[in-house]
């Protein structure tokens, strides 16, 4: 197990690019289970979840090779349809799959996801969407057992704008018979990357990135060659970088239009936005200003930026409130940044951060993906030696963290424990 070993109280300052957006190639990656043949896709990121993916697709009889930011995927020799939990539980996203082996081959069988760090993130709407396919779908020991024949078109609404749950059926109408309506469909950039992807591949979908996606089934899809989009989760954590350390940073290769409602954020708490041509420059207040936050479905403020924010909160000048409306227990890194002196109260899904000039360097566990992100956040703000435990969590979605952070003059080192 890896940490990271932070001297924070350094400004940043210099230039960081944008690696391919984890959450889009994942089911990009899946999407490719629908068509026979080479697929390869681009700008993917090299992260610990897309090997995840990789070995799941091997494990079905894929072939998947990854190699400079490209993943091959050969589908022509898929036999097996089981996601077994082994993989399922240290990935969820591993649900993704489910959609595609049943549109295509009629039958699946997916470890059910347990409930995971931030919450207990059910899957009943992929699961009430994929029956009203029509799809026989039970639940055995653990495991989700789909089978039919060819889907079929119909009317879904989905109670919550679920991203995934949107990614799945998705997949699945684009090789059902005749027309599916999803409501309440997630907006998401990476639905909408998932549906260009589909498209690509001979798929007819209309509406994406509304909350209405309309796709009329064709017989089969071929494969594809595709780019995914850049990460707006990892760009708006290096904003939130360059917010907490005072920087000055240029954040390159990302998509701004799909960055709204987190700079509309940093900026009223103080960061200034510049363009240039390489990119959008990103200058840190002295100190930020507080700011209230609710997070929001797509294109609200996102959940994934949530702990990032925080910990810009917890050394703005005045009291914010921030409320999680998503997950319900994704406040993990409120104990660790209460452990460098921020002033955080929790109660249900609302922080109360009061701000304090300085945070102080301490030793800090990551609980999960973006808290690891907040924590080293806070780290490079804090004077004196910080050191982030657990550092897997980061490896699951940040691709070359300390090497990019160590380009723009953090003094950062990952050693074993
Ligand atoms: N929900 C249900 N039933 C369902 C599905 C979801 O009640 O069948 C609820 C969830 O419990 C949650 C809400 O709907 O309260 C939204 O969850 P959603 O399904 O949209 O989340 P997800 O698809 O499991 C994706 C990202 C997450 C990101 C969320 C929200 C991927 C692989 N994961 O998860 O990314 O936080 O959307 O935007 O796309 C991360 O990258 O760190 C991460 C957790």
């Known amino acids: 197990m890896d940490k990271l070993i932070i001297h924070g109280g350094k400004r940043l300052k210099g230039g960081v690019d944008i690696s391919g957006a984890k959450n889009a190639a994942l089911p990009i990656i899946a999407a490719s289970l629908l068509a026979s043949g080479y697929c390869t896709i681009s700008n993917v990121p090299n992260l610990k979840d897309i090997m995840t993916m990789g070995r799941l697709l091997a494990n079905l009889g894929a072939g998947f090779h990854y190699e400079d930011r490209k993943a091959i995927i050969n589908t022509e020799k898929v036999k097996i349809f089981e996601a077994p939990y082994d993989l399922v539980r240290t990935m969820r996203a591993s649900i993704l799959v489910l959609g595609p082996l049943i549109a295509r081959f009629g039958r699946a069988k997916v470890s059910l996801p347990g409930g995971c760090a931030i919450g207990a993130r059910p899957i009943n709407l992929h699961l009430i969407g994929l029956e009203k396919m029509g799809a026989d779908i039970k639940l055995e020991s653990g495991y989700v057992v789909a089978k039919g024949k060819r889907l079929k078109g119909t009317s879904i609404y989905l109670d919550v704008p679920t991203v995934t749950g949107t990614e799945n059926l998705m997949m699945a109408a684009s090789l059902a018979k005749g027309r599916t309506l999803l409501e309440n469909a997630a907006r998401e950039p990476e639905v909408v990357d998932l549906a260009n992807a589909l498209i690509s591949m001979g798929a007819r979908i209309k509406g994406a990135g509304e909350s209405v996606i309309e796709i009329e089934g064709v017989d089969e899809l071929k494969p594809v060659n595709y780019s995914i989009i850049p990460d707006r989760i990892e760009a708006g954590t290096f904003m939130a970088i360059a917010g907490i350390t005072e920087g000055d940073i240029i954040i390159k290769r990302c998509r701004l239009d799909h960055l709204d409602a987190s700079m509309m954020k940093l900026k009223e708490v103080g960061l200034v ?63 660790e940044l209460r452990r460098m002196g921020a002033d955080i109260i929790v109660e249900g899904g609302t922080a109360t951060v009061k701000g304090i000039s300085k945070l102080k360097a301490a030793p800090l566990m990551a609980t ?40 723009i003059g953090a003094d950062v080192k990952r050693v074993k424990e």
């Open 273 to 335: 936005f510049e363009h240039v041509s390489d990119g959008i420059r990103v200058i840190g207040p002295s100190r930020p200003k507080a700011a209230d936050v609710k997070t929001m479905p797509y294109p609200g403020f996102p959940t994934d930026m949530q702990a990032q924010f925080m910990a810009i909160m917890s050394i703005a000048d005045g009291t914010s409130i921030i409320k999680e409306t998503i997950f319900e227990n994704r406040f993990m890194h409120v104990a």
């Open 368 to 407: 999960d993906l973006r808290a690891s992100a907040s924590l080293i956040a806070a780290a490079l703000a804090a004077k004196g030696e910080t050191t982030v435990h657990r550092l897997y969590h980061l490896d699951r979605g940040y691709e070359n963290m300390e090497e990019k952070l160590v380009k």
